[in-house]
């Protein structure tokens, strides 16, 4: 019997030094970074290339995607050379027409029942501590709204903050959280 629960602590142990060796980090947010070696994090100033859309843009994705890495990590955001490091550009603003709808007058043309605005921003994203993370892409999303009841200038703001949340997940998920 002493020997069982000799070789039971043993293996208890064992188990719990493995893991205690473990520098990886994982959190509610589904991160997986090693804070270890990776404890900063810079954003260059985003661009606006699109040649579109409100003229403070490129300076709310910019603060956006600092504040979403600082809220869901442990790093710490500095003025340049992070450990990680993102710059980029948007690429797209692009309103377009999705589903027409009859005027009821033959004399007069058909109109867009729905717009679609799109916003496409290409991120280069540098992990110097693992160079086989590094990527260059371009993150899109949309959203739609009804100009039969609204202007665009009434709900740009709004479309605008719901499509950032939605690419700088969908960059959050492709740089740290290795889904």
Known sequence: MKSINKLASLTFGLILLIFSGCSVSYSFTGTNINYELVKTFSVENFFNDSGAGPANMEQRFTEELKEFYQRNTQLELIR??????????IKRYALTPQAAVSSGN?????RAGQMRLTIAVEVEYLNLTNEEENLKRSFSFFQDYDPRSTTLLDVENRLVEEIFDNIIQDIFTATVANW
């Open 80 to 89: 340049n050379n992070g450990d990680l490091q993102f710059s980029g550009a």
């Open 106 to 110: 033959p004399n007069l043309p058909d």
